[in-house]
């Protein structure tokens, strides 16, 4: 599988990042095993409950992570607004679907996903301006901020949003007028793993081609990124807006799997568990907020079926001893544990 | 890395296959409550009515064994409704109950209705909720049936103009409504209405509004388990030396959270379905078995609205003769009437709605407790939104 | 009119009391501690605590609540934080929401979910009016005392061998060390410091505000917004940042109730995009 970006790389340095580019064996086998994550817990083996619908908020929410990860693991943005993109796509899909009144065109889910992508992407931009300059404190509470006044905008804007109530009645029509979301949410995860796909491969492509490579050179160093003649701003709008659009997907991914809208996907907690999901699975791999997101519910899903009360505790345990003793979140374990028995520099 | 998740998956799956697997014998309840976050104490206490009434009548009904399973929804709508259909598809649940926020019921109607499975709202108060799905049924109350009492009364009890400060989200809204709606009708004036933001730490603005405006009396509304401050505040304005009554709905003075609030709050008057006061016979034995098994806490409006459930189920089920089919099961809780510690209940037959026995009540201390102490009853009201 | 900057002053004093905590620990050591809600929230049940079961009284359950969550702060920070000051800021902030989480689980468990709140004794209630307007006595109380904590703490800083020392453990750990600065020391005594004063803020604003175990989360904004319009590098830059702030939301919701939700927020998004640092930096050197 190669999947060469365009490149106008040559030379020795060239190749080494072309053969990063790669798709990898583990790779590969990442994505076959959430196409049988389906088989397993689509309620087809007896005795196997169905966690469908836990996965595919887990794509949602790994998406939204991912969508950090581009700005922050690739660009060095830390932000913690990621949440007004994700719920800004939640509403646009939302009211699409409801003002469709689940009939073909205007509720298809896929048009829904185009319009929130549309949408989150020139709110991205607009907004981008806010995190061009500023320390990490800085930018994380401008995009908070955004976020917040955005939440309250949700709150207040009654006739479109339902207010605090959440939106009612989104029925999303089946996708493509063929299939219909059921209760056992089989089309909800393939449909949400079909857009994770996507969004991911697109974003592999710009994260390894020469546009990501620059990004990786700002943050580094911006200073000497402008010196060398990298536009500093208009890469750093780019992608801004790029991670809003998809956030936004996700925010419309979620709002149609689960047929609601409310403030709360706005909501400070939506883009801090994303951004600690991230930190949590390992920034900068693009994987790390998947597996992140995927860890982070299946250890609340298991620990709140023994302590439904106190699951948070637990939780809190996992992630002090994280950072205690390992750098780089869960990747970063693994990527000790790869080097340690393959004894060798370049790994995952 | 794969291993670690298919394992965690695994271990989720043996757990929840785990629970006994006699589908023809069990009849398993699904509650959905928040037991973490802003809402944990409303959950505590709703587990805790449920647990009391198990108590009190064993877990078994019509030759069925009752199996509670309890969902931590965390206060989010988008979890509830995915925790709604795992309960239904892989617990099999007959019966599906919380529900702690008007958007978390909202967003379960829909599930309920697919799956043709009954769903007890204990705690949402926003009168449309019910009206979002046929298998929806209410044994709490709404914000009219507990706004009109005490708009009525205030009416009658010479106050001519007042203020409102309410939570804003919809019930606070609603509250806000038909308090004015019901006090204007009655021939009184609403001065202004004020919303506070539903995470507001600090009231000191609006307070300092409504006393600013001079009306006779002050009407507040906040959710359960959220009046401590705002009474705080309230005793620290001295509304008492500027003649401005305080009154409002009982969810201000919870019994939850009554004793902390200290003797400022002495001579309060609220309307509501329930206190822990309530003198009958059925309420004593209520609230010692509530203590007993729920380490001497206090029950609330929330503990009577989930023991009231568990009592709509338990009885439904005896009229089906155990029979657990949805439908069945929704048309025996329909027009159902009972005793219920809080006085007489009734479930309308037609909307699906409580009616609910309300009273005018006083906080005064006895026996060395705060409580809400009823000196006024109205009887059962209606609510008056649904056609 | 007066009676409501009075109220919006006592208010941004509040802030200020649970933030100052935080501003010395991210502004003065660079480390974001998103716990310092957990060390206000530790003071606040102590108090209801010795209040309410032990019958204390308040004035002595003010400094209780500072020692005690100074040596909360000491023990975590000898056990805990100072493997983190070297780290990311990231991994400081997965960290410290961690204990976040566990603090809330904690106090769960042995206080219960519901709001708790104290009654204040009887000389720190009621009104007094002063020059026509009426004013609550607690909060007058808050501003002095902050007023005095203020103070107190700019002489520390400015005026003291400590104060030097911790600037300069700050500025450049390793030549403060190679100047025989015991630098992990001052760490550690400022760390408790900031520990206490949260603690301090947490026990002062049971008598306004009550306590539940999401507090931590539920504030942790606040504290932020204060710190970052402020500027987290000096004690002054806070403090005139919670005043407007204060003031400005009270002011904001008794005048224009309609948009009174957004006032704070906007506020902080507009002062960080003309002064990316805060309102009140030091100059840079």
């Known amino acids: ?348 | 890395m794969r291993k670690q998740i298919l394992k965690g998956l695994a271990a989720s799956a043996i757990a929840l296959a785990a629970l006994p697997a006699l589908a023809q014998e069990t009849v398993k309840i699904g509650l959905i409550l928040p037991m973490t976050g802003q809402q944990a104490s409303t959950g505590r206490q709703l587990e805790a009515g449920v647990k009391t009434y198990m108590a009190q009548h064993g877990a078994k009904v019509a030759g069925k064994t009752i199996e509670v399973i309890v969902k931590d929804d965390t206060g989010v709508a988008d979890i509830s409704k995915r925790l709604a259909q795992e309960l239904v598809v892989n617990d099999k649940v007959s019966v599906l109950g919380g529900f702690g926020l008007t958007p978390i019921a909202m967003a379960v109607g829909p599930v309920a209705t697919q799956a043709k499975v009954p769903a007890i709202i204990m705690t949402a108060a926003t009168s449309v909720v019910v009206e979002q799905s046929p298998y929806f049924i209410r044994v709490g109350r709404t914000m009219p049936q507990m706004t009109f009492p005490i708009a009525d009364w205030a009416a009658k009890n010479g106050v001519k103009t007042a203020v409102t400060l309410v939570s804003d989200y919809a019930p606070g809204i609603d509250g806000e409504k038909f308090f004015k709606q019901r006090f204007e009708e009655a021939g009184g004036k609403v001065l202004d209405t004020l919303r506070a933001p539903l995470a507001s730490p600090d009231f000191a603005a609006f307070l300092q509004k409504a006393k600013d405006l001079k009306p006779d009396a002050l009407f507040l509304f906040v959710p359960s388990g959220q009046g401590a401050t705002l009474m705080k505040q309230v005793i620290d304005r001295d509304f008492a030396g500027s003649k401005i009554r305080v009154i409002a709905t009982g969810d201000v003075t919870d019994d939850d959270l009554l004793n902390s609030m200290g003797d400022s709050v002495l001579g309060m008057v609220t309307s509501h379905d329930y206190s822990a006061d309530h003198d009958s016979p059925e309420n004593k034995a209520f609230v010692e078995t509530f203590k007993k098994v729920n380490d001497n806490l206090r029950p609330n409006m929330m503990a009577i609205a989930a023991y009231d459930g568990m009592d709509v189920i338990y009885r439904a089920l005896e009229a089906t003769k155990g029979d657990a089919n949805g439908q069945k099961l929704i048309e025996a809780m329909k027009g159902q009437k009972w005793m219920s510690p809080r006085g007489p209940m009734e479930i309308d037959a037609t909307t699906r709605e409580a009616i609910p026995p309300m009273y005018i009540r006083k906080v005064e201390r006895k026996n060395g407790e705060l409580y809400n102490v009823e000196f006024e009853a109205v009887g059962p009201v209606k609510d008056p939104t649904h056609k | ?285």
């Open chain 1, 1 to 348: 599988m190669s999947m060469a970006p365009h490149s106008k790389l040559d030379g020795e340095a060239g190749a080494r990042l072309l053969a990063k580019a790669q798709w990898r064996w583990y790779e590969v086998l990442f994505w076959l095993a959430a196409i049988s994550l389906y088989f397993v817990f689509g309620d087809f083996i007896p005795g196997i409950p169905t966690k469908l619908m836990l996965l595919s908020e887990i794509v949602s929410l790994g998406l939204l992570a991912l969508s950090i990860d581009l700005v922050l693991g690739y660009a060095g943005i830390v932000t913690l607004g990621q949440g007004a993109f994700f719920g800004l796509g939640a509403y646009v899909a939302g009211v699409m679907a409801k003002a469709g009144m689940g009939v073909f065109p205007l509720s298809d889910p896929l048009l829904g996903l185009l319009a929130a992508a549309a949408v989150c992407g020139i709110a991205g931009f607009l907004t981008s301006f806010l995190v061009l300059r500023g320390s990490d404190l800085t930018r994380l509470m401008v995009t908070l901020g955004v976020a917040l006044i955005l939440a309250e905008l949700a709150n207040q804007m009654r006739w479109l949003t339902g207010g605090a109530d959440g939106l009612q009645g989104v029925t999303s029509s089946p996708i493509l007028g063929q299939w219909d979301f059921d209760l056992w949410g089989r089309t909800a995860y393939l449909y949400s793993l079909a857009v994770l796909f996507v969004c991911f491969w697109l974003s592999r492509r710009i994260v390894h081609s020469t546009f990501g490579l620059s990004l990786k050179a700002i943050k580094g160093n911006a200073l000497r990124a402008r010196a060398i003649g990298v536009p500093v701003n208009a890469r750093l709008i780019a992608i801004y807006a790029l991670a809003a659009a998809i956030a936004g997907v996700a925010g419309a991914l979620l709002a149609q799997t689960t047929q609601s809208a409310s403030p709360d996907m706005i909501a400070f907690h939506r883009s801090a568990d994303a951004l600690l999901i991230l930190v949590f699975g390992g920034a900068g791999y693009l994987y790390g907020g998947l597996i992140g997101a995927v860890l982070f519910r299946v250890m609340q899903d298991v620990i709140g079926a023994f302590t439904l009360q106190y699951w948070q505790f637990w939780l809190g345990l996992v992630l002090v001893l994280l950072v205690l003793f390992v750098r780089g979140g869960v990747i970063g374990l693994l990527e000790g544990w790869w080097n340690r028995m393959t004894r060798t520099g370049d790994a995952p």
């Open chain 3, 1 to 285: 009119m007066l009676t409501i900057l009075f109220d919006g002053v006592a208010y941004g004093m509040l802030l200020f009391v649970l933030a100052i905590g935080l501003c010395v620990t991210l502004g003065l050591m660079n480390f974001i501690n998103l716990a310092h809600g957990a060390f206000a929230m530790a003071g606040g049940y102590l108090t209801i605590v010795m209040m309410n079961r032990y019958g204390v009284s308040f004035y002595w359950s003010l400094p209780a609540a500072f020692v005690f969550s100074a040596i909360l702060g000491a023990v975590l920070e000898h056990t805990l934080y100072v493997h983190l000051y070297t780290k990311s800021h990231l991994d400081q902030v997965l960290f410290s929401i961690g204990l976040v989480f566990m603090a809330t689980a904690i106090v769960d468990y042995f206080m219960g979910a519901n709001q708790q709140t104290i009654n204040l004794p009887s000389s720190l209630e009621g009104r007094v009016d002063f020059l026509g307007a009426s004013i609550g006595v607690y909060r007058i109380f808050t501003i002095v005392l902050c007023g005095l904590l203020t103070i107190g703490l700019q002489f520390v800083l400015s005026k003291t061998r400590f104060g030097s020392r911790l600037r300069a453990a700050v500025d450049d750990g390793r030549v403060a060390r190679g100047m025989g600065i015991d630098v992990t020391k001052i760490f550690a005594l400022t760390f408790a410091v900031g520990s206490g004063l949260a603690g301090l803020g947490g026990a002062l604003s049971t008598g306004i505000i009550s306590m539940d175990p999401t507090f931590p989360l539920k504030y942790m904004i606040y504290f932020l917004i204060v710190i970052s319009v402020g500027g987290a590098t000096t004690i002054t830059g806070p403090f005139f940042a919670s005043l407007l702030l204060g003031v400005a939301d009270v002011a904001g919701k008794y005048y224009m109730p309609a948009v009174g939700g957004f006032i704070i927020y906007t506020i902080m998004v507009a002062v960080l995009i003309l002064r990316p640092q805060g309102l009140f930096t030091r100059a840079s050197r």
